[in-house]
Each structure stands twice: as C-alpha cells, then as structure tokens.
C-alpha cells in the first residue's frame, strides 16, 4: 500500500516570500502520478500542479514548482512570490497508474498561512 | 465548462437515518471517485465508478455505497448513519482514458452533519 507523508503541519510566511511545503511517498510502484492540491477556507479542493513519474523535469505552474526527487520519494512544493491568496490547506497526493487505478492517497495536509 | 456539482452543499440527519449525496460530473468525464473528509483521519477514498460499474473501492463499511448513471453521474448512500459519519463528501471526475486524464477535479463537497 502506498502511504504519503507531511512533515509540517503548519507553516507561515510573509506575502512575497517563498515557501517550500514537503512531501514524501511510499511505494513500490514505478508508474505513478503526484499532485498537489489546495484547499482554502471555501473547502473547494483545487488542482496546483501535477507530475508524472516518468518524467525527469519537474513540473511548473506559474508561480508554482516542484522538486520532485524519484530515487528519494520526495515531492515538494515551491511557492515563489506568495500571494495572500495562496492561503490554504496543501494536500500532496499520489496516484497508481495503469490498471484503472483511480484512487488518489493523500497526505494529511500542510496549513500554510501567507501574512500581509 | 461547467465543474462538478455536488447537491445538497450541507446535510443535516439523526443517527439511524440514511442520506444520499450526488455527483454530478465535468461533462464528458466518465469516472466519479468519492472521498471522505474528517479532522481525524484526513482524505480517505471510498469509492470510485466507471461506466456504471465500481472499479475501485476503499476500506470503508458495507453501510457505505454508491452507483454510477449511464449520464455518469453518481450517488453515495449511506445507511444507519453513525456520528462518526459527520464528514465533507467529496466527488471527484476524471476522464479516465489512461495517463494525463487521469488527473481528478474535486466538487465544492457535502457537509454532512449526524447528530
């Protein structure tokens, strides 16, 4: 079974800085999906970023990157230039794939607070 | 294009009641995947349908269930609800067709409160 792991369940920065939120995984799979999702106040759960396994370059979105690190199962989150908005509950994700296989195990999440 | 729905938003009921929660997904997504919600134990899956049929399903109790409609959209049930039920539901579309469609959009979820 795949487990997912979120060492910081709280975190606060200053709006503009960067932040990194971190993530490790636990599988034997060598097919697989990573996301982050974002959950604000609203509790709407909202798709950031997305990386397949395959893939040796690490995903971006804007102001948004990963670090994804396949040997070390690490998936960490980059925030460049936070914005108020960005305040949040942060969800790392992993999904097998293959198999019709559509089941998402997430971590327990990452609360980040963007102060003005 | 529209995103998924799910009605109602908040759900009042009494222990011993059932309730039934429904999905509607992005169009042209065939895939309809549930998740429960709660402080304690975080994202849990429940289940998820493709084409009418349950392909997956997470370790929840048989008072739990679900069934996908041939317009794919889906409804969970669940029986002698329990106050441990208290939890936001959420319904999650995909297109499924393997790789990149894979990836899972979220409804804005059910609260739904037992007392």
């Known amino acids: 079974a795949q487990t997912v792991t979120q060492s910081q369940p709280e975190m606060s920065v200053q709006e503009a800085e960067t932040v990194t939120l971190s993530c490790t995984y636990d599988t034997s799979e060598s097919n697989y999906y990573l996301f982050w999702y974002k959950q604000p106040p609203s509790r709407q759960m909202i798709l950031v970023i997305r990386?397949?396994?395959?893939?040796?370059q690490n995903a971006t979105e804007n102001r948004f990157s990963v670090n994804f690190q396949k040997a070390a199962k690490s998936f960490s989150l980059k925030i460049s230039d936070s914005q108020l908005g960005d305040t949040a509950m942060y969800f790392c994700?992993?999904?097998?794939?293959?198999?019709?296989?559509?089941?998402?195990?997430f971590g327990q999440g990452t609360r980040l607070t963007i102060n003005p | 294009k529209a995103g998924v729905t799910q009605t109602p938003r908040y759900l009042i009921k009494t222990r011993g009641q059932q309730v039934t929660l429904s999905c509607s997904p992005i169009s042209g997504h065939r895939s309809v995947s549930w998740y429960q919600q709660t402080p304690g134990q975080g994202l849990q899956f429940l289940f998820e349908y493709f084409s009418e049929t349950q392909r997956n399903k997470g370790n929840f109790p048989g008072r739990f269930s679900g069934r996908q409609f041939s317009n794919s959209r889906s409804e969970m049930n669940v029986s002698t609800l329990e106050l441990g039920d208290s939890a936001l539901y959420l319904c999650?579309?995909?297109?499924?067709?393997?790789?990149?469609?894979?990836?899972?959009?979220f409804g804005p979820g059910t609260r739904l409160t037992v007392l």
């Open positions: 990386q397949e396994a395959y893939k040796q």
């Open positions: 999650a579309s995909s297109l499924s067709g393997g790789a990149i469609t894979d990836t899972q959009y």
């Open positions: 994700a992993f999904m097998k794939l293959g198999g019709g296989a559509q089941k998402l195990v």
